[in-house]
Nanobody
């Protein structure tokens, strides 16, 4: 069964850090580029970061220099290290692959507030 399970969210103060994880099962993980997305209340889901099969990365302008995406193919897991968090980063964060997207997981809530 193909499944994406996100974790690692929480409540953090502005300027703080969080590390999100996304465990994938039921797919050939190493053969898939992987993305992190987020959806804030009342807004559309947006692409935050991508890591390719060769480890190349791309970021939305809003997170460039603050977020780092990485992957561990041995663990079928993609990570998102989020630093210097801002209130506007508050959202539910999801992972998925850009090619033949899978059913969305439950996401993980990130709330940045003092």
């Amino acid at each position: 069964q193909v499944q994406l399970v996100e974790s690692g969210g929480g409540l953090v103060q502005p300027g703080g850090s969080l590390r999100l994880s996304c465990a994938a099962s039921g797919l050939i993980f190493a053969a898939s580029a992987m993305d992190w997305y987020r959806q804030a209340p009342g807004k559309q889901r947006e692409l935050v970061a991508r890591v390719t099969t060769t480890g190349n990365t791309n970021y939305a302008d809003s997170v460039k220099g603050r977020f780092v995406i990485s992957r561990d193919n041995a663990k079928n897991t993609v990570y998102l290290q989020m630093n210097n968090l801002k209130p506007e980063d508050t959202a539910v964060y999801y992972c998925n692959r850009p090619i033949k997207p899978l059913d969305w997981g439950q996401g993980t809530q990130v709330t940045v507030s003092s």
